[in-house]
């Protein structure tokens, strides 16, 4: 069935450091979201990549969505302690009938 | 709050049970889709409607699990016969569909089910 892995799974920087978490899938994804889940938050939509080889900036963020729309990735540059959650990957299968989160990476900002 | 609310927010039970939550997504959201998430893991998909049309469930879902979407507006979730393997936070989203995608999904603040 359907996987999405993210590594790390977890990564602990300093704060001002930089961090990327990397999203692979097993089949195609038609379009990829990314959600950032605070600890006992709930996941919070960032951004959405839907054409191959797309790169999306926000600020600070760089998304990333593979020629092959089966990876992305989302690297945070400079990090700070606002920072700190879990982000997961999500999308899609090409059948357009579910939609699965990717497995996280949870961020630890050390001051 | 014009947010995604869901009720209880918390719910300990005990094996054997069954269970019912509730979510009220945005207002003028026309798909609304259940996830459930344990420690430590990604949310996984249950199922979600489009308006009052249950369009896709998740083989994730036992026969135990059922959900409604009856005006097309709340949506239930009921757990027949808990099991302790069913101790999660359940999780509602919802989101406008447009263009034919998977847009924004916005979430509720889940219900943390204890089964004991």
């Known amino acids: 069935g359907q996987q999405v892995m993210q590594i790390p799974q977890y990564q602990h920087v300093q704060e001002g450091e930089d961090f990327t978490t990397y999203c692979n899938s097993s089949?195609?994804?038609?379009?990829i979201q990314w959600y950032k889940q605070r600890p006992g938050g709930h996941p919070v939509f960032l951004i959405q990549?839907?054409?191959?080889?797309e790169v999306k900036k926000q600020k600070r963020l760089t998304f990333q969505f593979g020629e092959a729309k089966k990876n992305s990735s989302l690297h945070i540059t400079a990090t700070q302690t606002t920072d700190v959650g879990t982000y997961f990957c999500?999308?899609?299968?090409?059948?357009?009938?579910?939609?699965?989160f990717g497995t996280g990476t949870s961020l630890t900002v050390i001051p | 709050d014009t947010g995604v609310s869901q009720d209880p927010r918390h719910k300990i039970t005990k094996r054997g049970q069954n269970v019912t939550f509730r979510c009220d997504p945005i207002?003028?959201?026309?798909?609304l889709y259940w996830y459930r998430q344990t420690l430590g893991q990604g949310p996984e998909f249950l199922t979600y409607?489009?308006?009052?049309?249950?369009?896709?469930k998740s083989r994730l879902l036992s026969d135990r699990f059922s959900a409604e979407r009856p005006k097309g507006s709340f949506s239930t979730l009921e757990i027949q016969r808990t099991e302790q393997g069913d101790s999660a936070m359940y999780l509602c989203?919802?989101?406008?569909?447009?263009?034919?995608?998977?847009?924004?999904?916005?979430f509720g603040p889940g219900t943390r089910l204890t089964v004991l």
């Open positions: 989203a919802s989101s406008l569909r447009t263009s034919g995608r998977w847009n924004e999904q916005f």
């Open positions: 089949t195609t994804l038609s379009n």
């Open positions: 990549l839907v054409k191959s080889g």
């Open positions: 999500a999308g899609p299968t090409n059948t357009g009938n579910q939609f699965y």
């Open positions: 207002s003028e959201h026309n798909r």
């Open positions: 409607f489009q308006n009052e049309a249950q369009l896709e």
